[in-house]
């Protein structure tokens, strides 16, 4: 069974410094990992989309990367802003099936 | 990206009732889904929708309990039958990009139920 584990739950810095979120998974037979966004009573939204034969996908200030064999991810995101304090979620698509395995997330809070 | 809305937004429901909640996506798609946000816990998936067949459950979930309806391809509904104060959840509506599968998910719904 896929387990996704996301480290660390929380997470509060202050605005303009770089961080990084981890997302690790015990089953490297993977499809595609995606980060999503997670804001307080809403849906997700779509970030990155990472295919299992990409090492890192970048928009704008945010930068993804997989490393398949070691099952980990990372995203990037810099100069911090608050408005990218939400909850970030990663998730990895099995290679059967459709079904997204979600870590908890980490709650980010970027402080003015 | 496609957009997807849910109704209702929440509700606060009694024990012993049933809830249907409605997703309606603004393009046609192929690959549909239900999934579940307990409190404090990961999303799981509740079971994809199937136009023109019944929904595929994941393990642990049932059609007794959340009958799935997909009378085309921009349309679903999820149905909470028999609540327990244990249904409490976001219930998430989400569709898939036809070549990238890419996941894009509706708004939630919140569901409270007492």
């Known amino acids: 069974k896929q387990e996704v584990t996301q480290i660390p739950a929380a997470l509060s810095v202050p605005e303009g410094e770089n961080l990084v979120l981890n997302c690790s998974f015990t089953?490297?037979?993977?499809?595609?990992l995606q980060w999503f966004r997670q804001d307080p009573g809403k849906g997700l939204t779509s970030l990155l989309l990472?295919?299992?034969?990409?090492r890192e996908q970048t928009s704008g200030r945010l930068n993804a990367s997989l490393d398949k064999s070691s099952g980990r991810s990372t995203l990037y995101i810099a100069a911090s802003q608050p408005g990218d304090s939400a909850t970030y979620l990663c998730?990895?698509?099995?290679?059967?099936?459709?079904?997204?395995?979600f870590g908890k997330g980490t709650s980010l809070l970027v402080t003015p | 990206s496609a957009v997807i809305s849910q109704k209702p937004s929440r509700d606060i429901c009694q024990r012993g009732t049933s809830l249907t909640i409605q997703c309606q996506v603004d393009?046609?798609?192929?690959?549909m889904f239900w999934y579940r946000q307990q409190p404090g816990q990961s999303l799981t998936l509740i079971a994809t929708?199937?136009?023109?067949?019944?929904?595929?459950?994941e393990s642990g979930f049932v059609i007794d309990k959340f009958p799935i309806s997909r009378p085309n391809l921009t349309f679903s509904t999820l149905t909470v039958s028999n609540m327990s104060p244990e249904d409490s959840s976001i219930y998430l509506c989400?569709?898939?990009?036809?070549?990238?599968?890419?996941?894009?998910f509706g708004p939630g719904t919140r569901l409270t139920v007492t």
């Open positions: 990472i295919q299992s034969s990409q």
């Open positions: 989400s569709v898939a990009a036809a070549y990238s599968y890419e996941q894009y």
């Open positions: 393009s046609q798609v192929t690959m």
């Open positions: 089953d490297s037979a993977i499809y595609n």
């Open positions: 998730a990895v698509r099995r290679n059967s099936g459709y079904a997204l395995n």
């Open positions: 929708a199937n136009q023109g067949s019944e929904a595929t459950y």
